[in-house]
């Protein structure tokens, strides 16, 4: 299979690369490498790579020829919280798909699209009131969490609510710019699967790590945060309780994903996660644990407006759908990512 991963230079982009050209797919990345002076080394030789972004026409009409699939992973990250961000996000991740989509278009590609979506699409995860069942969480409130009041209440009776783990057809509850911008893309490519007749996936990522995370952006991930923390001998600083929870899911497994959604005919979207959920506090234990004579991680209590306390993924569609779960167990992704390289 000749495959493009747009992306491909990328921390989930790459590990994808390593696992088709290890199987023996052709691969052709476009990226613009903005995040990197020149191609990473993590980066298969055999990869064909063509530098430029999803803005640009020509390199988009030399990326999508004569390939059997694609594997859009190509975005702007991290958390988008604040509106001065919105014409940058929209850019790069609504408009960029598009460009994606009507390259695809012109050359009448039917084949497979694979796109990464993610958990933001959720908002909150999915919770129940002891009193009345489903109930929605809405964002939490300045005063609360300043209280330490950290867990989500019932709108109706103020109770804290459960957490349960959130299946694909949860409604979709975009709350910043970035998880706006990952509806968009889903949708937008769901309607060109249902145009053009290709078969689309989307695969909404819970929290992702592994082997050349970025470290150094303000929108890098918990995990690569608090293994930079650990490596310069600091505590990890685990914000609110420490008891709001994820699933942490191994890049390894995500790429693993990317080729089961490719290889498969099933069309929708889907969680890709463990399967494990985990509290920020047991992860920061767990690295730790990785360290010699590690500092403790430290509960601060501290928060960020507009996260989310707990949002833990029903991993049965995937199962079902793809016929992927992952294989990396916590306890040892968390001990190998305590020695492997970050970006
Ligand atoms: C950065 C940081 C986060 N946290 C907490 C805040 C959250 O409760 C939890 C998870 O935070 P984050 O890793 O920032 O992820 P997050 O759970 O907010 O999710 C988002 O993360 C973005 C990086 C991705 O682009 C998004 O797709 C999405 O995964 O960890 C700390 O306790 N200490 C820290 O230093």
């Known amino acids: 299979m000749r495959v493009l991963v747009t992306g491909g230079a990328g921390f989930i982009g790459g590990a994808i690369c390593r696992h088709l050209t290890a199987r023996g797919d052709q691969v052709v990345v476009l990226d613009s490498l903005a995040a990197h002076k020149e191609p990473p080394a993590h980066l298969p030789d055999s990869v064909e790579l063509i530098v430029g972004d999803l803005a640009d026409d ?61 958990m933001v699409v959720y908002g909150e995860g999915r919770y129940r009131c002891p ?16 209280a330490g009041r950290f867990e989500p ?33 889903e949708h937008l490519s769901t309607l060109y699967g249902r145009e053009s007749g290709a078969r689309v996936c989307a695969l909404r990522y819970h929290n992702v790590y592994g082997p050349h995370m970025p470290r150094d952006t303000p929108y890098a991930g918990v995990a690569a945060i608090f293994r930079s923390a650990l490596e310069a001998g600091k505590a990890p600083r685990v914000f609110e309780d420490g008891a709001q929870t994820r699933d942490f899911v191994h890049v390894d497994d995500v790429a693993r994903a990317n080729l089961a959604a490719l290889d498969g005919d099933w069309a929708g979207a889907c ?73």
């Open 58 to 118: 020509d390199a988009l009409r030399d990326a999508v020829a004569g390939v059997d699939a694609v594997c859009h992973q190509a975005a702007r990250v991290g958390l988008g919280v604040d509106f001065d961000d919105v014409t940058a996000y929209v850019a790069d991740n609504d408009a960029g798909t598009a460009n994606l989509l009507r390259a695809l278009w012109r050359r009448s590609f039917t084949g497979r699209l694979v796109v990464a979506s993610s």
């Open 153 to 185: 209440r019932c709108p109706r009776c103020g109770a804290a609510l459960a957490w349960a783990p959130v299946p694909e057809d949860a409604p979709l509850d975009p709350r910043n710019v970035y998880a706006a911008t990952k509806v968009h893309t």
């Open 271 to 343: 969680n890709i996660a463990s399967g494990e959920p985990h509290t920020v506090g047991d992860m920061a234990a767990a690295l730790a644990a990785g360290f010699e004579d590690a500092p403790a991680p430290v509960v601060t209590g501290e928060y960020r407006l507009g996260d989310v306390r707990h949002v833990v993924a029903s991993p049965d569609l995937a199962a079902e759908a793809l016929g992927f779960r992952a294989e990396t167990r916590f306890a040892e992704g968390m001990a190998a990512f305590a020695r492997d390289p970050l970006r």
């Open 131 to 146: 009193e009345h069942g489903d109930a929605r969480a809405e964002p939490r409130r300045t005063a609360d969490l300043d």
